[in-house]
């Protein structure tokens, strides 16, 4: 399989599967966050609502697209994807995967809405970093940009469920005049069907955008275990033509070979000197091999390499001062190093089908935990139709914006308890809020990315002595 070694093939094997493991348990980790409110008002039985839910996760996945996937995998420097060796490779999964799955358990065990997405986040970060501690990093940096964009994501999210949540609340009060939509759930009868059929509609919404968020993160987590495993095979798209690329090379030479070298700093003009070797040596593949069948397997991770490095290097010339460019060209450069990542930028079906499948699955089990947590424990009173409907249908609107629009990974577990928070908040005031609960679900909201980054960076510095 692959060409792999056994003691490669079985560490592929098991890293596969506990990658699947990660997102079953996210699944059930999750379940709660879209089945609650239509089990706590009896709206859906609970084997209904789990079976329905699972459902919409798998198809989200498959929604979704790769975009929120490819983000993930870009929070590691570019040098840990261009690392041909296999067992630092191995290191980096290793320690990615235990901190991910050890953490999320943990919480799931004790009842804490705690966030797969922040666990997942935090553990890519601290390999990150942890890397760039590295004497062989080869001066790497640490990948901020990035890392700035998804941690002010998982922060605004929750603050915009809370607050549109709160909206929506005082919305339905004022303009909804059956009133039994704000009463406590009846604990044996299934509420009025208009009712009803709102709290099915946005429980199939938040499960179809949970499932094309949250989804995406165990994709791209499978596609960073294939690169470092088996990285000559998953190089590139092996769908594609990597001659068809040869376009996009020729568009980025064009424009570089406008700017004026004359006007760099001596900074610039060694980034510049670093693409156009990348740039040569990759038209010389092209013109060492007639076709695809001609092209060596090594050749393909090499291509891999140059683009990553060109996508950096070309980053850096157009946010320089001294590079001037016209606007068009900037939009060509743009556009010609978007051609050359679409071979880089990819997940293979069976990646997604795999990953809907484990979803879907662990959403069918485990919910009971945490929906008791969501209806009856973030406020004082119960859980009412109109505060589930609202902070649900809150909670699709911010994720899906985040996954289609922006293309940044969100917490659905903070984003809907957030929401019921600002119902809560909406119907009494803040002091409607269980201070304990509140109390347990920001310590274990601020807890999971600092630890998950101190548990996945130790690992992986820990692998990396191990194996030499």
């Known amino acids: ?137 080869n001066g790497a940096t640490f990948a901020w940009d990035e890392a700035t964009k998804t941690g002010m994501s998982l922060i605004v999210s929750p603050f915009l469920g809370f607050t549109l949540t709160v909206f929506l609340m005082f919305i339905l009060k004022r303009f909804v005049k059956n009133k039994s939509i704000f009463k406590e759930p009846h604990k044996r009868k299934a509420p009025p069907l208009w009712i009803r059929l709102i709290l099915i509609i946005t429980c199939t919404l938040v499960s179809f955008f949970h499932g094309s968020n949250d989804g995406q993160k165990g994709v791209g987590l499978v596609m960073l275990i294939l690169i470092a495993i088996v990285p000559t095979y998953f190089a590139l798209d092996n769908s594609r033509d990597p001659f068809e690329m040869q376009g996009s090379i020729a568009k980025v030479e064009q424009v570089l070979g406008k700017v004026n070298m004359a006007t760099l700093s001596a900074t610039d003009k060694e980034e510049m000197s670093k693409l156009n070797a990348e740039l040569a040596e990759m038209k010389g593949i092209f013109a060492a091999n007639q076709n695809l069948k001609t092209l060596p397997k090594d050749t393909r991770f090499a291509l891999r390499r140059d683009i990553l490095l060109i996508t950096k290097g070309t980053k850096n010339l157009l946010e320089s001062k001294d590079v001037s460019l016209s606007p068009r060209d900037r939009e060509e450069l743009e556009e010609g190093v978007k051609g050359m990542r679409a071979f880089t930028d990819y997940a293979p079906d069976w990646v997604i089908m795999m990953i809907a499948l484990s979803l879907g699955i662990g959403t069918m089990i485990g919910w009971k935990r945490i929906v008791k947590t969501i209806g009856e424990k973030i406020g004082k009173e119960h859980l009412t139709y109109a505060q589930g409907a609202s902070a649900e249908l809150m909670a699709a609107s911010v994720i899906g914006f985040s996954t289609f629009i922006f293309k940044l990974p969100v917490s659905t577990t903070h984003i809907l308890s957030s929401g019921i928070a600002g119902s809560m908040v909406a119907n009494k005031g803040i002091k409607n809020l269980n201070a304990g609960t509140i109390r347990s679900i920001a310590m274990a909201w601020v807890l999971t990315l600092p630890v998950s980054m101190f548990l996945s960076g130790s690992l992986f510095l820990l692998f990396r002595w191990m194996l030499g």
């Open 1 to 137: 399989m692959f060409g792999l070694e056994t003691d490669l093939l079985l560490l592929l094997l098991l890293c596969l599967f506990a990658a699947c493991a990660f997102e079953f348990v996210n699944g059930f980790h999750d379940t709660a966050n879209a089945v609650a409110t239509v089990i706590y008002t009896n709206s859906l039985r609970p084997w209904a609502a789990v079976v329905w839910s699972g459902f919409w996760n798998f198809i989200g996945v498959f929604a979704g697209g790769i975009g929120v996937a490819m983000g993930i995998v870009y929070l590691l420097p570019i040098e840990t994807l261009i690392d041909q060796d296999v067992w630092h490779g191995v290191a980096m999964v290793g320690a990615l995967l235990i901190s991910a799955i050890v953490w999320n358990l943990g919480t799931w065990y004790y009842g804490l809405p705690s966030s797969s997405s922040h666990t997942l986040i935090g553990s890519i970060l601290g390999l990150g970093i942890a890397f760039s501690l590295l004497p062989s990093s």
